[in-house]
């Protein structure tokens, strides 16, 4: 049974775009006049792949949840300006390791990023060619283990993987029963993964040690 296909997350596996998400934070407080919390680079990375309202509620309690949608509203129009304007950094090898994964497999795209976020990306660096299609909670409003599901759906996959870098990439893989392979390079921190790369370019060589269930 071989892989039929291979489902990325964005942030922290194939680039960084910290420092944009970061501005674009601050920016959005302050627009909301909250003047005491300023997001840092680390409190970013802690941010990566979780749902806005999963981090209103578990990094800005202060801000009652009446806010809550007010808050979601100027951030998504804050990122939208800060993206566009400075976008994010290929991870090593990411473009090289793309087309040459494009020619064996079909690539997809699942981020719980917001609407407009994967085209972007998309734009900036010149990648849409390589991707057959893509999904974001942004858009379905729904979890990541729920858009992987609805993915392989819409695509006839029987076999992918999803390679990600935070527990809750490992967990929307293991909801779906399909193999997970850790992107150590990237913010999350994961202890028993049992597929590793520290680098895109290790990829094609760790899919031959996957037999999808």
């Excluded at 578990?58 to 951030?75: D, G, H, I, R, T």
């Amino acid at each position: 049974m071989n892989i039929d296909g291979l489902i990325f997350d964005l942030d922290g596996t194939l680039w960084d775009a910290s420092e944009s998400c970061i501005m674009a934070w601050n920016s959005a407080l302050e627009k909301m006049h909250i003047k005491d919390f300023r997001v840092t680079p680390e409190l970013a990375s802690n941010f990566s792949g979780k749902l806005l309202y999963t981090i209103f509620a578990e990094y800005l309690s202060f801000l009652p949840q009446e806010k809550w949608s007010e808050m979601a509203a100027v951030y998504e129009h804050e990122e939208t300006i800060y993206m566009k304007k400075y976008g994010g950094d290929l991870y090593t090898n990411t473009r090289a390791a793309l087309e040459r994964l494009s020619k064996e497999y079909k690539l997809f795209i699942v981020s719980n990023c917001m609407n407009g976020y994967i085209e972007n990306f998309f734009r900036l660096h010149g990648l849409a060619d390589f991707f057959n299609d893509y999904s974001c909670s942004g858009v379905t409003g729904k979890p990541k283990a729920e858009n992987i599901f609805s993915l392989r759906q819409k695509n006839g996959l029987k076999n992918p993987v999803y390679i990600g870098d935070t527990p809750g990439d490992q967990q929307a893989s293991a909801e779906n029963n399909i193999p997970f392979i850790y992107a150590r390079y990237g913010f999350g921190k994961i202890s028993n993964a049992e597929f590793i790369i520290d680098d895109l370019m290790e990829l094609k060589d760790v899919l031959k040690n996957i037999s999808p269930s």
